[in-house]
């Protein structure tokens, strides 16, 4: 049903589809690793400073960001400790 150049086709393709999804995986995981250390570097100066983040919030202490889903469930269970 598929020639010789289908043939080859399909197995560019589906090499080519590994590939961009490693790639992919890659990008959002280092992503990921290098916002959690921003954020983690950010809420250190601003303790550092004594930031007033009522007034001016900064992204690092919001709760329901997804970048800071660990920090937020962190806090959570200190603050249940208390």
Same mark, same amino acid.
């Given at each position: 049903?598929? *020639?010789?150049?289908?043939?080859?086709?399909?197995?560019?393709? *589906?090499?080519?589809?590994?590939?961009?999804?490693?790639?992919?995986?890659? *990008?959002?995981?280092? !992503?990921?690793?290098?916002?959690?250390?921003?954020?983690?570097?950010?809420?250190?100066?601003?303790?550092?400073?004594?930031?007033?983040?009522?007034?001016?919030?900064?992204?690092?202490?919001?709760?329901?960001?997804? !970048?800071?889903?660990?920090?937020?469930?962190?806090?959570?269970?200190?603050?249940?400790?208390?």
């Amino acid at each position: 049903m598929l *020639g010789r150049q289908g043939k080859t086709a399909l197995k560019i393709c *589906g090499a080519a589809s590994v590939v961009a999804t490693a790639w992919i995986f890659a *990008g959002l995981s280092l !992503n990921d690793y290098v916002m959690d250390k921003a954020n983690e570097k950010e809420r250190e100066l601003a303790r550092q400073v004594n930031w007033n983040n009522k007034e001016l919030p900064l992204h690092a202490f919001d709760l329901n960001d997804t !970048n800071n889903k660990k920090w937020a469930q962190d806090t959570a269970n200190s603050q249940n400790r208390d």
